[in-house]
Nanobody, 122 residues
Framework: QVHLVESGGGLVQAGGSLRLSCALS????????MGWFRQARAEEREFVAV????????YYSSSVAGRFTISRDNAKNTVYLQMDSLKPEDTAVYYC???????????????WGQGTQVTVSS
């Protein structure tokens, strides 16, 4: 059974930074591509970023490209999302997810964390 636990969310002012972490247990971490998604209130879950199994390929949504950085440490079974230059519209619950494919659709992901709230004040 794969278990994902996010941490690092919180309240930050616009222009600030946060780093989210997501630890995977139960399976071999390096066997999965890892993605970050977010869901604002009353909106659908949207793709944020993905990193492949080895960590040498990444892809971002246009709304976060140049501000967010996804990375992973396979020795620590952890994926990170460094979020800089945060904007109020980045406010959402952020989820990490694991997939055997390097994809951007939520339906391609097999396992999900419980989510962590990020709130950006103006």
């Amino acid at each position: 059974q794969v278990h994902l636990v996010e941490s690092g969310g919180g309240l930050v002012q616009a222009g600030g930074s946060l780093r989210l972490s997501c630890a995977l247990s139960g399976r071999t971490f390096s066997g999965y591509a890892m993605g970050w998604f977010r869901q604002a209130r009353a909106e659908e879950r949207e793709f944020v970023a993905v990193i492949n199994r080895s960590g040498d390929n990444t892809y971002y949504s246009s709304s976060v490209a140049g501000r967010f950085t996804i990375s992973r440490d396979n020795a620590k079974n952890t994926v990170y999302l460094q979020m800089d230059s945060l904007k109020p519209e980045d406010t959402a619950v952020y989820y990490c997810a694991a997939s055997q494919m390097y994809r951007t659709q939520p339906t391609d992901y097999d396992y999900w964390g419980q989510g962590t709230q990020v709130t950006v004040s103006s």
